[in-house]
């Protein structure tokens, strides 16, 4: 694991998501923990280290997700 700071496009991408999907996530105190990078309207960011642990905590839901019928592949 790296603190490599990554985009929102590149989150939405490895988790398969939109960006407005990490929005309402974000909205909701849910998803990956995330960073305002700059000052006024500043960008969102994610630390590597952040999904990482995220994706590790919710493997299943997310498998469920990108998989669909419950994370049974076939």
């Known amino acids: 694991m790296t603190n490599e700071i990554l985009t929102e496009k590149e989150v939405g991408d490895l988790l398969r998501v939109s960006r407005s999907r990490l929005a309402t996530w974000r909205s909701k105190g849910g998803g990956p923990a995330w960073i305002k990078a700059g000052d006024g309207k500043a960008a969102v960011r994610y630390l590597r280290v952040d999904v990482d642990a995220w994706i590790s905590l ?6 469920a997700a990108v998989v669909g019928d419950g994370g049974v592949e076939e």
Do not use: V
């Open 58 to 63: 919710h493997r299943r839901e997310l498998l």
